[in-house]
Nanobody
Framework: QVQLLESGGGLVQTGDSLRLTCAAA????????MAWFRQAPGKDREFLGS??????VYADSVKARLSISRDGTKNTMSLQMYKLKPEDTATYYC?????????????????WGQGTQVTVSS
């Protein structure tokens, strides 16, 4: 089992930057793919990016404003998003898959954090 805990959400203003952190505990390993998703009310869960054995992958829709990093020694992953917009308002989730690479579909990830709310005011 892998436990994930996100932190760093909150209320921000349009144009601000935001940093979220995900801490993994339990049966972590170097082959653990970790990813960020988000879900806005009434919308499907959206892949943002992942860090796996093949490197870091970003969704095209946000890659110009997004940076994801991972510290394997601390089992943490961070998301930095810039120039936030009201449409970035969502619950942001950290996810993990016990595999070398997991892709962009949420169904590929077995482990999820509880999510952290990000609200961008206009």
């Amino acid at each position: 089992q892998v436990q994930l805990l996100e932190s760093g959400g909150g209320l921000v203003q349009t144009g601000d930057s935001l940093r979220l952190t995900c801490a993994a505990a339990g049966r972590t390993s170097t082959h653990l793919t970790m990813a960020w998703f988000r879900q806005a009310p009434g919308k499907d869960r959206e892949f943002l990016g992942s860090v796996s054995g093949i490197g870091t992958v970003y969704a095209d829709s946000v890659k110009a404003r997004l940076s994801i990093s991972r510290d394997g020694t601390k089992n943490t992953m961070s998301l930095q998003m810039y120039k936030l917009k009201p449409e970035d308002t969502a619950t942001y989730y950290c996810a993990a898959a016990a595999s070398f690479v997991a892709g962009t579909e949420s169904s590929a990830y077995a482990y999820w954090g509880q999510g952290t709310q990000v609200t961008v005011s206009s």
